[in-house]
């Protein structure tokens, strides 16, 4: 198995706190994506990185920011949560351009109150 | 516009019998790859099979083998002889290879596909 840790794996918080998901990777993986699973839509990307400090917005990145100051940390930050931000967050990694397999995290279920 | 479409939100299918599961894609891109991804109730994710843009030949992997349509745009996952363990999300992905694009990966919406004894 890759690498690949999620932390926390469950979180309940409160609508306005700020809250940061971490996705951590042994693999020395070039590419990062955090992506959120809900009931109907399945995973959505939010944001992706490149390589360090390279990022890029997905589909649903309203709401939330991303870090990549090392090669195996991609920060996942919502600034004010709130209760549409209720999900599972799925972190995955991808070694090259021409990977044929992309890695993924256990997932971190993410309650806001 | 939606670059991943699985039309099926969900499916039945007789054990041991075969199952095709649908998934278009929508990219200028020359080079890109196709995944399959496979998330039973335990919600992890389970890799199934990719193929390339490229690859002249259908993937094929164990009783999973995709069928590669480029002209169509298409890339359908058959899952022959299914088992009762089949019955999971199964999850059609692009990752597309554009130079400025970062390597963007994204999903469909998935089908929930039901083993039947």
């Known amino acids: 198995d890759a690498g690949i840790t999620q932390s926390p794996r469950h979180k309940v918080t409160e609508t306005g706190t700020p809250v940061t998901l971490r996705c951590h990777q042994t693999?020395?993986?070039?590419?990062m994506y955090w992506y959120r699973q809900d009931p109907g839509h399945g995973l959505r990307l939010i944001h992706y990185s490149y390589g360090v400090k390279d990022t890029d917005k997905g589909e649903v990145s309203d709401g939330y920011s991303v870090s990549r100051s090392k090669t195996e940390d991609f920060l996942l930050t919502l600034e004010s949560a709130t209760s549409s931000q209720t999900s599972v967050y799925f972190c995955a990694i991808i070694q090259d351009r021409d990977s044929t397999e992309a890695f993924f995290g256990q997932g971190t279920r993410l309650t806001v109150v | 516009a939606q670059k991943i479409t699985q039309t099926q939100p969900g499916m039945f299918v007789q054990e041991k019998e075969a199952v095709t599961l649908d998934c278009t894609y929508d990219?200028?891109?020359?080079?890109?790859?196709l995944f399959w991804y496979k998330q039973p109730s335990s919600g992890e994710m389970i890799f199934l099979i990719y193929q390339g843009s490229y690859d002249e030949q259908n993937a094929t992997e164990g009783r999973y083998s995709l069928n590669f349509q480029k002209a169509r745009k298409s890339a359908n996952l058959v899952i022959s002889a299914s088992q009762l363990g089949d019955s999971a999300m199964y999850f059609c992905?692009?990752?597309?290879?554009?130079?400025?694009?970062?390597?963007?990966?994204?999903f469909g919406g998935g089908t929930r596909l039901m083993v039947k004894p």
């Open positions: 990219t200028s891109d020359q080079s890109y790859g």
């Open positions: 992905a692009m990752r597309e290879g554009r130079l400025d694009a970062g390597n963007m990966l994204t």
């Open positions: 693999e020395n993986h070039r590419y």
